[in-house]
């Protein structure tokens, strides 16, 4: 007996090289089986005490956002995960350093323990981590390695790796000690490192030679760092920390995501995660959600299968998740999606605009094969800058949210009679 059966949808599995049409069953909140249609018959619907019609649709599995902040609350970029997750198909969310030694206790027990999603955490290098928009490491007493690490000793897998901020306004006149700093701390935890890299000083030159295998350049298609690429090719320093195992992660945020530079990242070879850099700024675009970033990769000229690996099982593996995958055992995490085809606009954070051949919109999400309800998100605090656009969008979204509310007032309206008094 099956608890959930989605059935019939196309079930595109990067992880387990599945593209087909398939039924996939859950019980006891894991993959039971998925078994193709090309195999013959598929799962009974009648061995299932849930089943949902995927026909025409697009499954895969959960979405992994390996950049996000949802240090909703304490920080300046924080947003609650749960009303973003259950409408694009995003289980598993990574907090990119929105929480150091101080306050990672409370990143855990206030915001991941009481999300619907998944959560795991980068902790930040600067005990202080993203309580101001900037500049969490001009005081480098505040970037104490020890400290650090016994905190995320006590979190244990919560703790995924490191986060640390490397542009000019965050590090200010340390220039490359809070990288340093960084490093050490990963390679103390043994788990990788995530540099963000904006406007140099510091360079990617600087930066590149701190970087080991597996460690994770976030940004990378960004058109802020003047080395990164040059003359629509790698530049030589981009090359060498590409060529040492670093994972280019795209992490499109507010400001971080520009086509030409990606354009020229696919044709070298770059094979980018997929990630959304979402917060309290970005949700409003441009990057709005992961499977928006998503078509962003496609319109640049990767595939769709491309696409889904790179928000699926390469997050995943970059961080040792147990996620990004549909194999039987694993956690029935699944998204379901509208895969409409044409000619779709999309826009970088400067503005230039391509055309995705896919638009996808969620349909369900479910976490451990439970589906996600509805869930309304808050107003964005006062701090955070919107657009005339961005705000009537906005307002817009809280008067669908009212008017979604409906009375029914009159007999027809219910399919059973008023009961009688007494009865």
Request: net charge negative; glycine share 10%; with cysteine.
């Amino acid at each position: 007996m099956w608890d959930l059966l989605v059935r019939g949808g196309r079930v595109v599995d990067p992880a387990s090289g599945l593209d087909a049409v398939a039924d996939v069953a859950v019980r006891d909140g894991r993959i039971a089986e998925v078994r193709p249609h090309e195999r013959g018959a598929g799962l009974a619907a009648e061995d299932a005490a849930e089943v949902a019609d995927a026909a025409g649709r697009l499954v895969t599995p959960g979405l992994v956002d390996l950049h996000t902040h949802v240090w909703h609350g304490a920080t300046y970029w924080g947003l609650d995960p749960d009303p973003i997750a259950w409408r694009t198909g995003v289980t598993t969310w990574v907090d990119a350093g929105s929480a150091g030694a101080y306050s990672m206790d409370g990143l855990r027990r206030f915001a991941a323990e009481l999300a619907r999603v998944r959560v795991h955490a980068l902790i930040n290098v600067s005990a202080l981590g993203l309580v101001a928009e900037t500049g969490e490491h001009h005081n480098l007493d505040n970037l104490d390695v020890d400290t650090a690490v016994a905190v995320a000793a006590r979190h244990g897998g919560f703790v995924r790796g490191v986060k640390a901020r490397i542009d000019a306004r965050t590090v200010g006149r340390h220039g490359l000690e809070p990288l340093r700093r960084a490093a050490a701390l990963a390679r103390r935890l043994d788990r990788p490192l995530m540099v963000h890299v904006g406007y140099g000083p510091p360079t990617i030159a600087d930066i590149a030679p701190l970087l080991a295998e597996g460690d994770i350049l976030t940004h990378c298609a960004s058109g802020c760092p003047t080395d990164l690429v040059a003359d629509g090719r790698l530049t030589a320093p981009a090359r060498r920390a590409l060529d040492a195992g670093a994972v280019f992660d795209l992490g499109h945020g507010s400001g971080a995501l520009a086509f030409d530079v990606l354009e020229a990242e696919l044709a070298e070879g770059v094979r980018p995660v997929a990630s959304s850099d979402l917060h309290a700024r970005s949700v409003h675009g441009p990057a709005f959600d992961l499977p928006t970033v998503m078509a962003k990769l496609v319109a640049a000229g990767a595939g769709l299968p491309e696409a889904i690996a790179a928000a699926t099982v390469r997050p995943a593996r970059a961080l040792g998740l147990d996620a990004g995958t549909l194999a039987p055992g694993a956690a029935a995490d699944i998204a379901v999606f509208d895969a409409e085809e044409g000619r779709f606009p999309v826009v970088d954070v400067h503005g230039s605009v391509r055309e995705s051949p896919v638009r996808l919109t969620n349909t369900a999400t479910y976490v451990d094969g439970r589906l996600l309800p509805p869930c309304a998100a808050e107003p964005p605090p006062p701090w955070i800058p919107l657009s005339g656009s961005q705000r009537r969008a906005e307002e817009d979204r809280v008067g669908a949210t009212r008017s979604a509310v409906r009375r029914l007032e009159s007999p027809e309206d219910f399919d059973e009679p008023f009961p009688r008094a007494g009865s």
